[in-house]
């Protein structure tokens, strides 16, 4: 089983749709959460921390459940540079864990 | 302020040619990883330095990879005798610990192709 698992994808998606990544993690001990983007042929970029009580930073909304351990990203009112790789990644300090991705497809 | 660098950006080399990577962190992140991506591939961990030592090295996929941190900041990654399927972007990440809490910057990667 591997440590970091994501939907597999792709997701192809209208503008203006609302769309939502799920990914789930073996080490209960984990301690920080993160999703990253990844443009094509680009290095990853951090998109925003998960924190235990949910966070929202503009269209972008992301949730933790440790009891499940899963993690989850819900893009609303997607636009085309939305279009990327999603990242899940788990850390305990020292010990970074990525998942393989999510491509999502924005089209007009 | 300055993210992580990387240099060369790209490489092209002969099989059994020797490669050394370099990667500048930001000043002062205490951690400094690197990984493999291979073309529409996730990214593939190969060692982690906490200041100048490496205690997981557990990723490095054969004795022909190597990898140095010196004076807790550049770091090279070097690969002996390459092979083809060595092509890949190497990617440089790296963090500043605080208690429990670390996030990962990346580096633009070096594309190494191996003929």
Known sequence: RKEVEQDPGPFNVPEGATVAFNCTYSNSASQSFFWYRQDCRKEPKLLMSVYSSGNEDGRFTAQLNRASQYISLLIRDSKLSDSATYLCVVNYVGDMRFGAGTRLTVKP | ?115
């Not at chain 2, 002062?28 to 073309?39: D, E, K, P, V």
């Not at chain 2, 490095?60 to 399927?85: H, K, M, N, W, Y």
């Open chain 2, 1 to 115: 302020g300055a993210g992580v660098s990387q240099s060369p950006s790209n490489k092209v080399t002969e099989k059994g040619k020797d490669v050394e990577l370099r990667c500048d962190p930001i000043s002062g992140h205490t951690a400094l990883y690197w990984y493999r991506q291979s073309l529409g591939q996730g990214l593939e961990f190969l060692i982690y330095f906490q200041g100048n030592s490496a205690p997981d090295k557990s990723g490095l996929p054969s004795d022909r990879f190597s990898a140095e941190r010196t004076g807790g900041s550049v770091s090279t990654l070097t690969i002996q005798r390459t092979q083809q399927e060595d092509s890949a972007v190497y990617l440089c990440a790296s963090s500043l610990v605080s208690g429990n809490q670390e996030t990962q910057y990346f580096g633009p990667g070096t594309r190494l192709l191996v003929l």
